[in-house]
């Protein structure tokens, strides 16, 4: 079939919107997450190690703390401290906490006993733990999280340069199994794509708080949380969205550095979890919102102009080409990308997730605003 005739069909201009929409995604895939797939940066050993303090923030978290701590306090690290935030906790976290100082010297304890109604969610503990911490250099993560080995401290550090305030990690989850633990595997990846890659290409906006590094006195130049305290979540990607540029952002991708925890058991318990998370969105700087709706709209668009297409009988071979086109550069991106963040057999099926997890997101933004707000702990 020549040009001609194919312009001559019915619906032509819909293949122009989908060759369009195609661009769109290679572009993303080659411009963009091509920089994390096939990113070679290597962390390098400092002269002089900075002293660093851990925060961590808990409510209701013994058997975390439990089997966690021990890792992270027995980091191989010249010096650092660990405080922990224990947050209106009515567990025996406390009794646990202080067994583990009579051992641990370097662990410092803030116990809350009573939450103030005006920060929301983890942003006041957080703040009270930044604030408590002795030294410049912090790293934070969670009670639930584990280091992937004891080097991740320096791993993180090593990161850090002259004109570095912000080290973004990576944190996954351990392999279960069931349907959810895949999809959830499967949607930290995914996001773990697009920060690192838009951060690689000089647009960082968020980071997550699992495994997340920045200065003190970085925290206290913007006020730390204020610009966003009423706001249940952002402790994390919008405090990054809010301070993280080109230059004073880097990205620590060695694997020592990972740290990772349980997914959620079900599928409910993660959807009230990314209703939490999604609801910041749109409180990201307008430029950021662009870029990544316009990702997932693209994304969005490949799938419903590929089914309307092939329903409307235009020449199959013309609509298959181009998917997979995306298809092939997708599993290369994918390929390279799974194997830097140690994300195992998920690239066979990583279409199917995609299709599933974008039926999830989009079900969730669009009935969020009618869903009641939840505590993060």
Same mark, same amino acid.
């Given at each position: 079939?020549?040009? =001609?005739?194919?312009?001559?069909?019915?619906?032509?201009?819909?293949?122009?919107?989908?060759? /369009?929409? $195609?661009?769109?995604?290679?572009?993303?895939?080659?411009?963009?997450?091509?920089?994390?797939?096939?990113?070679?940066?290597?962390?390098?050993?400092?002269?002089?190690?900075?002293?660093?303090?851990?925060?961590?923030?808990?409510?209701?978290?013994?058997?975390?703390?439990?089997?966690?701590?021990?890792?992270?306090?027995?980091?191989?690290?010249?010096?650092?401290?660990?405080?922990?935030?224990?947050?209106?906790?009515?567990?025996?976290?406390?009794?646990?906490?202080?067994?583990?100082?009579?051992?641990?010297?370097?662990?410092?304890?803030?116990?809350?006993?009573?939450?103030?109604?005006?920060?929301?969610?983890?942003? !006041?503990?957080?703040?009270?733990?930044?604030?408590?911490?002795?030294?410049?250099?912090?790293?934070?993560?969670?009670?639930?999280?584990?280091?992937?080995?004891?080097?991740?401290?320096? $791993?993180?550090? #090593?990161?850090?340069?002259?004109?570095? #305030?912000?080290?973004? &990690?990576?944190?996954?989850?351990?392999?279960?199994? &069931?349907?959810? =633990?895949?999809?959830?595997?499967? =949607?930290?990846?995914?996001?773990?794509?697009?920060?690192?890659? *838009?951060?690689?290409?000089?647009?960082?906006? $968020?980071?997550?708080?699992?495994?997340?590094?920045?200065?003190?006195?970085?925290?206290?130049?913007? =006020?730390?949380?204020?610009?966003?305290?009423?706001?249940?979540? /952002?402790?994390?990607?919008?405090?990054?969205?809010?301070?993280?540029?080109?230059?004073?952002?880097?990205?620590?991708?060695?694997?020592?550095?990972?740290?990772?925890?349980?997914?959620?058991?079900?599928?409910?318990?993660?959807?009230?979890?990314?209703?939490?998370?999604?609801?910041?969105?749109?409180?990201?700087?307008?430029?950021?919102?662009?870029?990544? &709706?316009?990702? #997932?709209?693209?994304?969005?668009?490949?799938?419903?102009?590929?089914?309307?297409?092939?329903?409307?009988?235009?020449?199959?071979? !013309?609509?298959?080409?181009?998917?997979?086109?995306?298809?092939?550069?997708?599993?290369?991106?994918?390929?390279?990308? $799974?194997?830097?963040?140690?994300? /195992?057999?998920?690239?066979?099926?990583?279409?199917?997730?995609?299709?599933?997890?974008?039926?999830?997101?989009?079900?969730?933004? *669009?009935?969020?605003?009618?869903?009641?707000?939840?505590?993060?702990?």
């Amino acid at each position: 079939m020549d040009l =001609n005739t194919l312009t001559q069909l019915p619906y032509f201009w819909l293949f122009i919107i989908y060759s /369009g929409v $195609m661009i769109i995604q290679l572009f993303y895939y080659w411009g963009i997450f091509s920089r994390l797939a096939f990113n070679h940066q290597q962390p390098t050993a400092l002269e002089q190690w900075p002293q660093v303090s851990v925060v961590i923030c808990a409510r209701n978290e013994y058997e975390n703390l439990k089997k966690n701590l021990p890792f992270i306090l027995n980091q191989d690290y010249p010096d650092f401290e660990v405080v922990v935030v224990n947050h209106t906790s009515d567990d025996d976290s406390l009794y646990l906490l202080r067994d583990f100082q009579k051992e641990y010297s370097h662990l410092s304890i803030v116990n809350i006993e009573k939450d103030l109604n005006f920060f929301s969610g983890k942003k !006041f503990p957080l703040s009270i733990g930044i604030k408590s911490a002795k030294y410049e250099v912090l790293l934070l993560t969670d009670a639930d999280c584990c280091p992937s080995s004891n080097q991740w401290i320096r $791993m993180m550090v #090593s990161s850090y340069n002259a004109q570095t #305030s912000i080290v973004l &990690g990576y944190s996954g989850f351990y392999k279960d199994k &069931g349907f959810a =633990n895949i999809m959830q595997r499967f =949607n930290v990846f995914h996001t773990a794509l697009q920060y690192f890659s *838009l951060a690689l290409a000089g647009m960082p906006y $968020m980071g997550v708080g699992r495994n997340l590094s920045y200065k003190k006195s970085l925290f206290y130049k913007v =006020n730390g949380f204020i610009s966003h305290y009423s706001l249940e979540s /952002g402790d994390d990607d919008l405090f990054i969205n809010q301070v993280a540029k080109r230059k004073n952002t880097r990205c620590c991708l060695h694997p020592d550095s990972f740290t990772f925890s349980h997914a959620k058991k079900g599928f409910n318990e993660w959807i009230r979890q990314k209703r939490r998370h999604l609801s910041t969105g749109r409180h990201y700087k307008p430029w950021h919102q662009f870029v990544l &709706g316009l990702y #997932s709209f693209s994304q969005l668009l490949v799938f419903l102009l590929l089914i309307v297409l092939l329903i409307l009988r235009f020449p199959w071979p !013309f609509v298959v080409f181009l998917f997979l086109l995306r298809l092939v550069s997708q599993m290369i991106i994918y390929y390279n990308a $799974m194997k830097k963040l140690q994300i /195992g057999k998920l690239l066979l099926i990583s279409p199917i997730l995609e299709f599933f997890e974008m039926i999830i997101l989009y079900y969730v933004v *669009l009935t969020n605003r009618f869903v009641k707000k939840s505590q993060w702990k």
